[in-house]
Every structure is written in structure tokens, then in C-alpha cells.
């Protein structure tokens, strides 16, 4: 069996004239296209094969629009999908007969996807061999591009589906998914092309570095030329299982804390704000001085005559503050036999608390509702009871009643 190759690609087509558009690429009637930069050969151009559908793109065009019309298709929007165009290709060096491969690929393509086979060309004119084949969404009067695209399990069942029915009978091995090589792995590969240059070379290192700039992220092919073998990712001894069931140290379980640990300290003590207000000891009979005051003494003279008349040289009399222990007994003594209250200039005793030494907080009445009511219907009877100005005087009782209405709503 050969070891050949063969590759299924499938492309959406949307836009009002893109049938045209790739119908004229597919036949080679695009100018711009076939030049000495370009990648077509124009001197193979005429090995080219049309395997279905006319030679020209408008005639490709023209028949997709009539199919449409016949099946009264509603005019589809600017994103719908207007064909599907799939790519059968094979190696350059292919020993499989290529016009019978891509005769069976494109009659699967019709049979597959059960709808209408627009075009088929084969091109020869380019470095691999290969067949576009456009295909008209055209399923019971409606175009269903998405449907028949579908998503990558869909491709991969297309994929299986085309190498069990045609792929398989030409002797062609399957195409398997290249698996792409992580960051880590392309930088390891690279920098061993490095080294492998800088020791079997005399070139500088920017210009292996200059070298080496196209391949840092598809290195395959470098290695390959290189004869050097791609890094293998370091996997852990024994695997996943191994690695999660190791023995490992303990964790030592704390206990479980509050979420407001006071056991771990006493908070600190909040010092009291000193209440300051106007206070002072009273008796309702009597009152006297704080036992810290001194009393005054004053030395007393026999009183003048009340016929003399002090001199004016005369000096004023002296006051002598005397205070003594007697003084201070005698004020205790007087202190222990007399009731007293303890009394504030704005608030009454009966707030004041002697456990705590502070006047306790009144709260504040609340304002009645009912109260704010009749403030409210006063306000507005008040309004009424105004004699208005003018020809249009409403009646006396017509004003009762309304005031009465007021109220009894209230």
C-alpha cells in the first residue's frame, strides 16, 4: 500500500458574487493571478481538467441563480452562505491515479452532502495536484450552509466518511492531525539548533539568530534538516496517579478561631469622657459654701458714730482670712446633717444616675402625626377663611361646608 497522503479541506463561500468570484479563480480567468510572482504556472494552465460544470464563471453563476429561482428561495441576506467549496488534494509525488481519485472524491462530494454540484476543476498548474469542487446549499427550497458545514465533530465524521469510500479504495494512507508542540518545547528546540550551528559552523550569532527567527514556532522542519530530534516535555515519575497519591507531611490543624477571638487578649479599657455640666450641691433650706472655700474672717472695729463722718486720710480696713481646724470640723459636722439634691440647669434630678456619675439620656418626644394633621388643615382652612377679591365671591356656606369636608377627610 502506498504511504501517499490526501487532504479534504472545506471552505464557507458568503457575499452576493462570490460564486463568480471563485468560479473565475477555479478556471484561470483571473489575470492578476497568473504572472511571474504568482504560484501558477500559466504554461500548465491548459493540463487543467473540468470535471463538472461549464468553462466560464458567468455561466456558473447564472446556473446557481436559476436553481435558486426554480426553488423560490427568498433573497438571502449579505452574511448567508451561497456555496461550499471542498478541496481534494494529494502529494506531488503521488503514484495514485490522480483523474479517477478526483472523478470518485467529487462524486462523494454530491452524494455526501446531497445537494447540487456546481463546478469541479482539477488543477495541474501548481506545485500539488488538486480538485475544487463548488457545491450550491440547496436543500427542499433552502439554503443551509451552516447546517451542511457543521462543526469540527461533523468535519472529523466528513473526514472518516471520505477515506472509508474513497481514500482507502486508491491506497491512500489517512491524514492524522499534526500535534503542535508547546511554547517550552519550541524554545528548547531552538536553542539546541543554536548550539548544533554554533559548533558544525563559522557563523556569527546574529545571523543564526537571523536564521533561526522563522522556525521559533513551527521548529519541525529545522530539527529535521538539522538531524536533531525534538525535545520530549519532562513528565513527572510515575504519572499523574503517582504524583497525587505520594505520601506528603501532615498538616498541622489549628483551631478554629472566633470570628471575634477576645480570648486571645483583654481589650484595652476605653477611659470615660468626663461629663461636663452645671452642677452644684443645694439645700432647700439653706446653702453654704464648698467645704474647700475659706471662709473669710474679718476683724471688726466698734461701729463709728452716726454722726461722725470718716477722715479722709483714713486708711480703708484690712481683711485677714483666717481658716483653722475648728472651721473645718464644724463644716463637716454641718454637711453630714443636711439633706441635699443634686440638681442641673437644663435637666431635673431624677435624670441624674449615681452609679454611673452621668445625667441620663432623655429621648426626645415624638412628633404625633395627628398633630402635624391638624397643623396641616389649619394651614389650609386658614387659606379658605380668607374673603377672596372680586365678582366671583363664593357663598358663606359653600365655605363652611368645605371646611367641614376638610376636617371629617383628616
Not at 466560464?56 to 461550499?84: C, F, W, Y
Not at 480703708?316 to 441635699?340: C, F, K, M, R, W
Not at 444616675?353 to 389650609?380: C, F, I, L, Y
Request: net charge neutral.
Amino acid at each position: 500500500m502506498s504511504a501517499d497522503n490526501h487532504f479534504l479541506r472545506i471552505k464557507k463561500l458568503t457575499g452576493k458574487n462570490i460564486i463568480k468570484a471563485a468560479a473565475k479563480h477555479n478556471l484561470r480567468q483571473i489575470a492578476a493571478e497568473i504572472g511571474a510572482d504568482s504560484h501558477i504556472d500559466a504554461a500548465r494552465i491548459p493540463d487543467n481538467v473540468i470535471l463538472v460544470g461549464p468553462g466560464s464563471a458567468d455561466e456558473v453563476a447564472r446556473n446557481a441563480q436559476a436553481m435558486m429561482d426554480g426553488a423560490n428561495v427568498k433573497p438571502l441576506k449579505v452574511t448567508a452562505i451561497r456555496a461550499l467549496e471542498v478541496v481534494f488534494s494529494l502529494p506531488p509525488d503521488t503514484t495514485a491515479d490522480q483523474r479517477r481519485f478526483f472523478e470518485d472524491a467529487t462524486e462523494w462530494a454530491g452524494a455526501h452532502f446531497g445537494v447540487p454540484t456546481l463546478s469541479a476543476v482539477i488543477h495541474n498548474d501548481e506545485a500539488a495536484p488538486h480538485c475544487h469542487v463548488l457545491l450550491l446549499p440547496l436543500v427542499e427550497g433552502r439554503m443551509v450552509g451552516s447546517d451542511l458545514h457543521g462543526g469540527k465533530p461533523k468535519l472529523l465524521a466528513m473526514q472518516a466518511d471520505f477515506y472509508d469510500k474513497v481514500g482507502r479504495k486508491h491506497g491512500l494512507a489517512r491524514t492524522m492531525p499534526k500535534k503542535r508542540h508547546s511554547t517550552a518545547i519550541c524554545l528548547a528546540a531552538i536553542n539546541m539548533a543554536r548550539e548544533c550551528l554554533r559548533t558544525n559552523s563559522a557563523l556569527q550569532d546574529d545571523v543564526i539568530d537571523a536564521l533561526l527567527v522563522p522556525h521559533a514556532k513551527q521548529p519541525e522542519q529545522l530539527m529535521a534538516a538539522l538531524g536533531l530530534a525534538m525535545p520530549v516535555p519532562v513528565v513527572a515519575k510515575g504519572g499523574f496517579a503517582t504524583m497525587m497519591t505520594k505520601p506528603c507531611k501532615l498538616e498541622v490543624s489549628q483551631p478554629r478561631r472566633p470570628r471575634n477571638p477576645i480570648w486571645l487578649a483583654d481589650p484595652p479599657q476605653e477611659e470615660k469622657a468626663v461629663t461636663i455640666c452645671s452642677v452644684w450641691i443645694a439645700d432647700s433650706e439653706q446653702s453654704f459654701s464648698p467645704p474647700d472655700t475659706p471662709q473669710p474672717t474679718t476683724s471688726t472695729s466698734p461701729p463709728a458714730p452716726a454722726d461722725s463722718e470718716p477722715e479722709a486720710s483714713q486708711e480703708p480696713a484690712s481683711i485677714e482670712l483666717v481658716h483653722t481646724a475648728e472651721d473645718d470640723q464644724q463644716h463637716a459636722e454641718g454637711v453630714a446633717n443636711i439633706g441635699y439634691t443634686r440638681e442641673s440647669l437644663d435637666q431635673p434630678s431624677e435624670l441624674w444616675n449615681g452609679d454611673t456619675g452621668e445625667w441620663v439620656q432623655q429621648e426626645p418626644p415624638k412628633a404625633s402625626h395627628r398633630a402635624n394633621a391638624d397643623r396641616t388643615v389649619q394651614a389650609m382652612l386658614s387659606r379658605f377663611s380668607k374673603a377672596p377679591t372680586g365678582p366671583h365671591k363664593p357663598p358663606q356656606r359653600h365655605h363652611q361646608a368645605n371646611q367641614s369636608r376638610m376636617v371629617r377627610r383628616c
